[in-house]
C-alpha cells in the first residue's frame, strides 16, 4: 500500500517545475509572504493540536 501511495509523489525533477510554476504564478516578493503564512498556520495547528493557547497561559498567569 505504501508504494502505491509514494507512486503518486511528485520525484525531484518534478519538484522543480513545481517551483518554477509557483514562482511564475506568484512572484518572487509574494512566496515569502505566502511561506510566512503557511508557518503561521501549522504553527497555530500544532498548538490547538497540543492544547497550548497563548490565552490559556495568559489566564494562568493573571487570574
Given at each position: 500500500?505504501?508504494?502505491?501511495?509514494l507512486a503518486?509523489?511528485?520525484?525531484?525533477?518534478e519538484w522543480?517545475?513545481?517551483?518554477?510554476?509557483?514562482?511564475?504564478?506568484f512572484?518572487?516578493?509574494?512566496?515569502p509572504?505566502?511561506?510566512?503564512?503557511v508557518?503561521k498556520?501549522?504553527r497555530?495547528?500544532?498548538?490547538?493540536m497540543?492544547?497550548?493557547?497563548?490565552?490559556?497561559e495568559?489566564?494562568k498567569?493573571?487570574?
Amino acid at each position: 500500500m505504501l508504494n502505491t501511495v509514494l507512486a503518486f509523489l511528485p520525484a525531484g525533477g518534478e519538484w522543480i517545475v513545481i517551483a518554477l510554476v509557483a514562482l511564475l504564478i506568484f512572484g518572487g516578493k509574494k512566496i515569502p509572504e505566502l511561506m510566512h503564512g503557511v508557518g503561521k498556520g501549522i504553527r497555530s495547528f500544532k498548538e490547538g493540536m497540543n492544547g497550548t493557547d497563548e490565552k490559556k497561559e495568559d489566564d494562568k498567569l493573571n487570574p
